[in-house]
Protein backbone atom coordinates (compact mmCIF):
# COMPACT_ATOMS: atom_id res chain seq x y z
CA UNK A 1 0.00 0.00 0.00
CA UNK A 2 0.77 3.68 -0.84
CA UNK A 3 2.18 5.55 2.05
CA UNK A 4 4.12 8.24 3.75
CA UNK A 5 6.25 7.69 7.18
CA UNK A 6 7.58 10.34 9.20
CA UNK A 7 10.26 8.97 11.97
CA UNK A 8 10.13 10.61 15.51
CA UNK A 9 6.30 12.98 16.23
CA UNK A 10 8.84 14.82 18.21
CA UNK A 11 12.47 16.45 17.82
CA UNK A 12 14.46 18.79 19.66
CA UNK A 13 18.27 19.91 18.66
CA UNK A 14 20.11 22.71 20.33
CA UNK A 15 20.36 26.11 18.76
CA UNK A 16 22.99 25.89 16.16
CA UNK A 17 23.02 21.94 16.14
CA UNK A 18 22.09 20.02 12.36
CA UNK A 19 18.28 19.26 12.16
CA UNK A 20 17.38 15.92 10.45
CA UNK A 21 13.57 15.05 10.43
CA UNK A 22 12.64 11.91 8.60
CA UNK A 23 10.25 10.76 5.72
CA UNK A 24 9.94 8.01 4.28
CA UNK A 25 7.12 6.72 1.59
CA UNK A 26 5.99 3.24 0.53
CA UNK A 27 5.26 3.31 -3.34
CA UNK A 28 6.64 1.25 -6.65
CA UNK A 29 6.96 4.75 -8.82
CA UNK A 30 8.64 7.84 -7.21
CA UNK A 31 6.15 10.08 -6.04
CA UNK A 32 6.40 14.17 -5.83
CA UNK A 33 7.41 15.54 -2.27
CA UNK A 34 7.09 17.97 -0.85
CA UNK A 35 7.65 19.10 3.02
CA UNK A 36 5.47 21.96 4.48
CA UNK A 37 6.25 23.76 7.46
CA UNK A 38 3.50 24.96 10.12
CA UNK A 39 3.67 27.96 12.88
CA UNK A 40 1.81 27.84 15.41
CA UNK A 41 -1.82 29.12 14.83
CA UNK A 42 -1.03 29.12 11.27
CA UNK A 43 -1.72 27.28 8.00
CA UNK A 44 0.81 25.61 6.50
CA UNK A 45 4.15 27.06 4.04
CA UNK A 46 5.76 24.79 1.45
CA UNK A 47 9.09 24.87 2.43
CA UNK A 48 10.64 22.80 -0.95
CA UNK A 49 9.42 19.94 -3.03
CA UNK A 50 10.90 17.44 -4.84
CA UNK A 51 9.32 17.13 -8.96
CA UNK A 52 11.71 14.31 -10.89
CA UNK A 53 14.47 17.27 -11.24
CA UNK A 54 17.72 17.44 -8.79
CA UNK A 55 17.73 14.76 -6.33
CA UNK A 56 18.86 17.63 -4.05
CA UNK A 57 16.37 20.08 -3.42
CA UNK A 58 17.35 23.66 -2.10
CA UNK A 59 13.93 25.39 0.12
CA UNK A 60 13.36 28.07 1.96
CA UNK A 61 15.00 29.04 5.39
CA UNK A 62 18.05 27.78 5.03
CA UNK A 63 16.79 23.92 4.61
CA UNK A 64 17.15 21.25 1.92
CA UNK A 65 16.24 17.62 1.22
CA UNK A 66 17.73 14.70 -0.99
CA UNK A 67 15.34 12.39 -2.85
CA UNK A 68 17.23 8.62 -2.38
CA UNK A 69 15.08 6.07 -4.60
CA UNK A 70 17.01 3.34 -2.95
CA UNK A 71 16.18 4.37 0.26
CA UNK A 72 12.97 5.40 -0.63
CA UNK A 73 13.42 8.43 1.56
CA UNK A 74 13.32 12.12 1.39
CA UNK A 75 14.72 13.51 4.88
CA UNK A 76 14.63 17.57 5.41
CA UNK A 77 17.76 19.19 6.88
CA UNK A 78 19.32 22.25 8.43
CA UNK A 79 22.66 22.55 9.11
CA UNK A 80 22.02 24.67 12.15
CA UNK A 81 18.96 25.44 13.93
CA UNK A 82 17.25 28.80 14.83
CA UNK A 83 14.90 29.52 17.11
CA UNK A 84 12.60 30.60 15.12
CA UNK A 85 12.95 27.32 13.24
CA UNK A 86 10.51 25.75 16.29
CA UNK A 87 7.46 24.31 14.61
CA UNK A 88 5.62 21.49 12.62
CA UNK A 89 7.04 20.00 10.06
CA UNK A 90 4.72 17.97 7.80
CA UNK A 91 6.35 15.55 4.77
CA UNK A 92 3.75 15.06 2.30
CA UNK A 93 3.38 13.03 -0.92
CA UNK A 94 1.59 12.94 -4.68
CA UNK A 95 1.67 9.29 -5.42
CA UNK A 96 1.97 7.96 -8.96
CA UNK A 97 -1.71 8.30 -10.90
CA UNK A 98 -2.81 10.20 -8.15
CA UNK A 99 -4.07 14.12 -7.50
CA UNK A 100 -3.95 13.81 -4.00
CA UNK A 101 -1.48 15.56 -1.54
CA UNK A 102 -1.18 12.86 1.26
CA UNK A 103 0.70 14.17 4.56
CA UNK A 104 2.60 12.71 6.91
CA UNK A 105 2.22 12.70 10.57
CA UNK A 106 4.30 15.76 11.27
CA UNK A 107 7.04 16.06 13.51
CA UNK A 108 7.52 19.06 16.07
CA UNK A 109 10.51 20.07 16.09
CA UNK A 110 12.12 22.35 19.61
CA UNK A 111 15.12 24.01 19.40
CA UNK A 112 16.57 24.08 23.10
CA UNK A 113 18.27 27.26 23.88
CA UNK B 1 -1.41 39.99 -2.63
CA UNK B 2 -3.76 39.08 0.15
CA UNK B 3 -3.18 35.12 0.68
CA UNK B 4 -6.26 32.89 1.21
CA UNK B 5 -8.21 33.95 3.28
CA UNK B 6 -10.47 32.07 5.38
CA UNK B 7 -13.65 33.18 7.75
CA UNK B 8 -14.28 32.78 10.48
CA UNK B 9 -11.29 32.12 12.07
CA UNK B 10 -12.91 30.87 15.38
CA UNK B 11 -16.44 29.36 15.54
CA UNK B 12 -17.62 27.66 18.93
CA UNK B 13 -21.15 26.11 18.21
CA UNK B 14 -23.81 23.50 19.52
CA UNK B 15 -24.39 20.16 18.81
CA UNK B 16 -27.36 20.13 15.55
CA UNK B 17 -26.35 24.09 14.38
CA UNK B 18 -25.42 24.52 10.95
CA UNK B 19 -21.58 25.73 10.73
CA UNK B 20 -20.45 27.44 7.70
CA UNK B 21 -16.85 28.15 6.84
CA UNK B 22 -15.88 30.36 3.91
CA UNK B 23 -12.52 30.55 1.81
CA UNK B 24 -11.46 32.90 -0.63
CA UNK B 25 -8.45 31.54 -2.55
CA UNK B 26 -5.96 34.15 -4.03
CA UNK B 27 -6.84 35.53 -6.81
CA UNK B 28 -5.86 33.92 -10.46
CA UNK B 29 -5.75 30.00 -8.92
CA UNK B 30 -8.06 27.57 -9.98
CA UNK B 31 -8.06 24.97 -7.74
CA UNK B 32 -9.30 24.85 -4.26
CA UNK B 33 -8.69 21.97 -1.66
CA UNK B 34 -10.91 21.80 1.82
CA UNK B 35 -8.76 20.20 4.09
CA UNK B 36 -9.38 19.00 8.17
CA UNK B 37 -6.50 18.95 11.37
CA UNK B 38 -7.49 16.98 13.78
CA UNK B 39 -5.02 15.41 16.57
CA UNK B 40 -6.09 12.20 15.88
CA UNK B 41 -6.58 11.88 12.23
CA UNK B 42 -3.75 14.46 11.50
CA UNK B 43 -4.44 16.32 7.85
CA UNK B 44 -7.29 15.04 6.00
CA UNK B 45 -8.17 16.09 2.21
CA UNK B 46 -11.76 16.86 2.30
CA UNK B 47 -12.29 18.00 -0.89
CA UNK B 48 -11.22 19.60 -4.07
CA UNK B 49 -12.51 21.97 -6.92
CA UNK B 50 -11.01 22.47 -10.01
CA UNK B 51 -12.43 25.57 -12.12
CA UNK B 52 -15.21 25.78 -9.61
CA UNK B 53 -15.84 21.79 -10.34
CA UNK B 54 -15.41 19.22 -7.48
CA UNK B 55 -13.25 16.66 -8.76
CA UNK B 56 -13.03 14.73 -5.69
CA UNK B 57 -15.06 14.65 -2.57
CA UNK B 58 -14.16 11.13 -1.36
CA UNK B 59 -12.89 12.47 2.02
CA UNK B 60 -16.04 14.08 2.64
CA UNK B 61 -17.04 12.10 5.95
CA UNK B 62 -20.55 12.25 5.65
CA UNK B 63 -23.41 13.83 4.29
CA UNK B 64 -23.29 15.97 7.04
CA UNK B 65 -20.55 17.68 5.16
CA UNK B 66 -20.97 20.06 1.69
CA UNK B 67 -19.25 21.85 -0.10
CA UNK B 68 -19.79 24.40 -2.69
CA UNK B 69 -17.71 26.83 -4.76
CA UNK B 70 -20.13 29.32 -6.90
CA UNK B 71 -17.65 31.48 -8.33
CA UNK B 72 -13.42 31.19 -8.63
CA UNK B 73 -13.35 33.90 -6.07
CA UNK B 74 -15.64 31.60 -3.04
CA UNK B 75 -15.98 28.62 -1.21
CA UNK B 76 -17.67 27.26 1.78
CA UNK B 77 -17.79 24.21 3.94
CA UNK B 78 -20.75 23.02 5.59
CA UNK B 79 -21.78 21.08 8.38
CA UNK B 80 -25.30 20.66 8.98
CA UNK B 81 -25.95 19.41 11.95
CA UNK B 82 -23.24 19.80 13.49
CA UNK B 83 -20.91 17.21 16.19
CA UNK B 84 -18.54 17.32 18.57
CA UNK B 85 -16.42 14.95 16.34
CA UNK B 86 -16.38 17.86 14.36
CA UNK B 87 -14.50 19.72 16.39
CA UNK B 88 -11.00 20.29 13.88
CA UNK B 89 -9.66 23.11 12.62
CA UNK B 90 -10.30 23.19 8.87
CA UNK B 91 -7.76 24.80 5.83
CA UNK B 92 -8.79 26.09 2.61
CA UNK B 93 -5.80 25.92 -0.17
CA UNK B 94 -5.66 27.00 -3.40
CA UNK B 95 -3.12 26.49 -6.39
CA UNK B 96 -2.53 27.07 -10.03
CA UNK B 97 -3.14 24.58 -11.92
CA UNK B 98 -4.91 21.45 -11.53
CA UNK B 99 -4.21 18.16 -8.77
CA UNK B 100 -1.70 19.10 -6.02
CA UNK B 101 1.43 18.96 -7.73
CA UNK B 102 1.65 22.78 -7.87
CA UNK B 103 2.01 24.52 -4.84
CA UNK B 104 -0.46 24.61 -2.22
CA UNK B 105 -0.72 28.45 -0.42
CA UNK B 106 -2.92 27.33 2.62
CA UNK B 107 -5.29 29.89 4.41
CA UNK B 108 -4.53 30.41 8.31
CA UNK B 109 -7.57 27.85 9.01
CA UNK B 110 -10.90 28.46 10.74
CA UNK B 111 -10.58 26.42 14.33
CA UNK B 112 -14.07 24.70 15.05
CA UNK B 113 -15.35 23.75 18.43
CA UNK B 114 -18.56 21.90 18.86
CA UNK B 115 -19.82 21.46 22.46
Known amino acids: AQSVTQLGSHVSVSEGALVLLRCNYS??????LFWYVQYPNQGLQLLLKYTSAATLVKGINGFEAEFKKSETSFHLTKPSAHMSDAAEYFCAVIFFGNEKLTFGTGTRLTIIP | DAGVIQSPRHEVTEMGQEVTLRCKPI?????LFWYRQTMMRGLELLIY????????DSGMPEDRFSAKMPNASFSTLKIQPSEPRDSAVYFCASTLGKGAASEQYFGPGTRLTVT
Open chain 2, 49 to 56: FNNNVPID
Open chain 1, 27 to 32: SSVPPY
Open chain 2, 27 to 31: SGHNS
